[in-house]
């Protein structure tokens, strides 16, 4: 439990760091809208891609570690949990014009990779890597998007098993 506390930690510490830095104008004293909704993004995506990279460096050792399929769904919880909470967020929040329906379409394929992580115990491997593969490089094409409509760099990470 110790762990989960000081991942949590974490988490909270990176968000709060990223809202800092963003908000944070030395040419203004109030931020803009578009600073805000750049702040949020980022202060609900960061922590999830920490989440993304730790359960992506378990995954990529599934094969070497003879995983079962059950175990991999159980390594996979605390990404799906992350990506709920971050479609959550993302469904919430008041974006700007040029961004809400790209945040949408965003969700929509979040929602396939949580679907994907949710099936890892009864799908086939092969299947199941390629469903996945896909689905993430939707993800990944649909962050970059909004990413761009909210001014950000457009680099994303997405999970990958080939």
Do not use: C
Request: proline content about 5%.
């Amino acid at each position: 439990m110790k762990h989960r506390r000081s991942a949590h930690g974490l988490m909270a510490l990176v968000s709060s760091v990223v809202m800092t830095l963003v908000l944070a104008s030395p040419l203004s004293a109030a931020p803009t809208p578009a600073a805000k909704a750049r702040a949020a993004y980022l202060s609900a995506v960061v922590p999830y891609n920490i989440v993304l990279e730790a359960f992506n460096a378990k995954a990529q050792q599934w094969g070497a570690n003879n995983t079962t399929s059950v175990q991999a769904e159980k390594d996979a919880k605390p990404a799906i949990a992350a990506l709920r909470k971050v479609d959550s967020f993302l469904a919430k929040y008041n974006w700007p014009a040029n961004a809400e329906v790209d945040i949408q379409t965003l969700v929509g394929h979040n929602s396939a990779v949580i679907f994907d992580l949710s099936s890892l115990a009864t799908a086939d491997a092969s299947t199941w890597v390629a469903a996945l593969t896909r689905d993430s490089a939707s993800v990944a094409s649909s962050s970059a998007l909004v990413r761009h409509d909210l001014g950000l760099n457009p680099e994303v990470p997405f999970l990958n098993f080939n």
